[in-house]
């Protein structure tokens, strides 16, 4: 049986919509201003601030720590952070490592709580047409480069490599390594050249850990409008803020960095894993996510 959820102050990165939501199993079967339905429970969402559950991007997670240490890791860096899919990296140094490096990591997180995505982060010199195709075969949802020679770019293939990616398309993510932090703003702006002017996809920022992922990161990665969205068709995730005058006009980074003594309620798809202090560790109930086309909501 569906249930509505009414008045809901939806926040969507810097925006504050009002909208019921007409909920039925695991995903959100419709989205207005009004919904009316008798038949259906209600609830009232009007004390609240609702937001997508977050997706979160971790490369230092605990894989070959103990159940106990794992779950404490789990609990803590997401679902009392209002998160409920997580992005991951397996380090591949050889292109003959990445099947087994990424069965390795999905065999580790077979007891996560929510879902999860494994990319790969790489050294440039292994960025190839041949690692790209096996990329796609593997449906890799972002390939980081790890840059530490900026005159290195220059000597890529990049023709090639588009070619390569096409018509999967999964993003390149860059990487700037120690060495190059003092000069990281040269660095990005030519990555970002020479993205835009070889028409790769790419994102042009280097995407940061502990921090929900913007949408158009997660178009890029193939996650959104199914994940960390309130749309028609969603998975019902999301999370329950105790509305206050002081995060009214608060964006989404905002509210999850400073404001989580509010967040009240976590759902991951349509069940409760957080009410209150009280979290649900269910091991086992995230799955590994297959992202079948990145890009493919045009924003």
């Not at 990424?102 to 996560?112: F, H, Q, V």
């Not at 019902?236 to 009214?248: G, M, P, T």
């Not at 905002?254 to 560790?281: C, I, P, Q, W």
Request: with cysteine; aromatic share 10%; charged share 25%.
């Amino acid at each position: 049986m569906g249930y509505i959820i009414e008045n809901a102050n939806i926040l969507k990165e810097m925006k504050l919509t009002r909208s019921s939501l007409l909920v039925e199993g695991d995903h959100i079967a419709a989205k207005k201003d009004l919904i009316h339905h008798n038949k259906y429970v209600k609830m009232n969402a009007e004390s609240y601030i609702m937001t997508p559950s977050y997706v979160l991007l971790d490369t230092r997670i605990p894989l070959n720590a103990s159940f106990h240490e794992f779950r404490t890791y789990m609990v803590d860096n997401f679902l009392l952070k209002g998160c409920t899919t997580l992005v991951t990296c397996s380090s591949i140094t050889y292109e003959s490592e990445l099947t087994e490096k990424i069965k390795e990591t999905k065999t580790a997180l077979i007891s996560s709580p929510i879902d999860f995505l494994i990319s790969v982060k790489i050294p440039l010199r292994l960025l190839t047409p041949s690692f790209i195709r096996k990329c796609k075969k593997e449906r890799i949802p972002a390939i980081f480069i790890y840059i530490e020679d900026l005159n290195e770019l220059t000597n890529i293939p990049w023709g090639w490599i588009r070619e390569a990616l096409f018509p999967y398309n999964c993003p390149l993510v860059p990487l700037i390594s120690t060495d190059l932090k003092k000069d990281a703003r040269r660095a990005l702006s030519k990555w970002k050249d020479i993205m835009e002017n070889e028409k790769i996809p790419a994102i042009l920022e280097e995407m940061k850990e502990d921090q929900p992922l913007s949408v158009p990161v997660l178009n890029k990665i193939g996650l959104y409008p199914q994940k960390a969205s309130l749309l028609h068709g969603a998975e019902v995730s999301y999370n329950l803020y105790l509305k206050a005058r002081e995060i009214i006009n608060v964006d989404e980074v905002e509210l999850f960095h400073y404001h989580s003594d509010r967040l009240l309620v976590t759902v991951n798809k349509g069940k409760v894993v957080r009410a209150g202090e009280e979290v649900l560790f269910k091991p086992g109930y995230g799955e590994y996510v297959r992202v079948r086309t990145p890009s493919y909501f045009a924003l």
